[in-house]
């Protein structure tokens, strides 16, 4: 929901549709040097994309020869470069190793194209000469619609996975539909659906579920080009990540094409 912040949607670019993303392409193509100001407005999808475009950006620049031309200056809402604070820890000696500069407690009011800043509720303000943004997110209009849930996010039960409230009882919600305060990411998704199907099965071979989701999320973190480390937390542990590598790069890179290979049913 770019249209949240005054003067993003018609100021910034981001990857979050084919569309957005080829123009990100194009005018990061373009690019011939000045300050990249990267913004985050929450909640948003992925915690991991902030930091993932940011360094992504900053090798892409290097192979074009622009490094020497160019400020990378990282905004964040609050008071660290992440929200999970063991990916806060690691990114931050990363950001400094490369010359990446970075601003905490900054929430987006406003962008001023005409002069080309971005201001921030605190007070702020970033001049840029490329804007990346990662938008605002928000659930789906249709639920919070017909009253579902506030912001387009079902009240769900941390657990079970039920919606919570008296219609809830045979409704199972997961992934990006819940209000749970997890990850908005592909993984949550899959070991959400894990839970559920072992639930469904069990209440009807015996009348009672047999399963509880502890939260478990696993996201892999781009550290640029061809280095890459993974976050692994559940409710009780939180992220541990470790130096990015080569090797975890290429199996990202072959877990993608193995994951939508199996979907397609080509596995």
Not at 98 to 123: H, P, Q, W
Not at 170 to 175: H, R
Request: hydrophobic content about 35%.
């Amino acid at each position: 929901m770019p249209e949240n912040i005054p003067g993003l949607k018609e100021n910034s670019v981001n990857c979050y549709t084919a569309e957005n993303a080829v123009e990100y392409y194009k005018q990061l193509s373009d690019f011939k040097g000045g300050r990249i100001v990267i913004t985050v407005g929450l909640p948003h999808k992925c915690p991991m994309i902030p930091l993932e475009v940011t360094f992504a950006m900053h090798d892409f620049i290097k192979d074009r020869g622009l490094l020497d031309k160019t400020e990378f200056y990282y905004t964040y809402p609050i008071g660290r470069v992440h929200s999970l604070e063991n990916v806060a820890k690691w990114a931050a000696p990363e950001f400094d190793a490369k010359g990446i500069k970075y601003e905490t407690l900054f929430n987006m009011k406003e962008v001023d194209g005409k002069n080309a800043c971005v201001r921030s509720e605190e007070g702020g303000e970033v001049k840029y000469d490329l804007l990346v943004a990662v938008p605002p997110h928000k659930g789906q209009e249709v639920i919070e619609k017909n009253g579902l849930g506030e912001n387009g996010w079902i009240p769900t039960n941390r657990n079970s996975l039920h919606m919570e409230g008296e219609h809830g009882k045979n409704v199972i919600v997961l992934g990006d539909t819940t209000n749970l305060p997890i990850s908005k990411a592909g993984s949550t998704a899959h070991f959400e659906a894990e839970t559920a199907a072992e639930n469904v099965a069990a209440v009807i071979k015996m009348g009672r579920p047999v399963k509880a989701y502890d939260g478990k999320v696993f996201c892999f973190i781009e550290a640029g080009k061809d280095r890459a480390t993974y976050a692994m937390f559940n409710y009780q542990n939180p992220p541990q990540p470790k130096a990015p590598t080569g090797a975890v790069h290429a199996f990202k890179m072959a877990y993608n094409k193995l994951y939508w290979a199996t979907a397609r049913g080509l596995l």
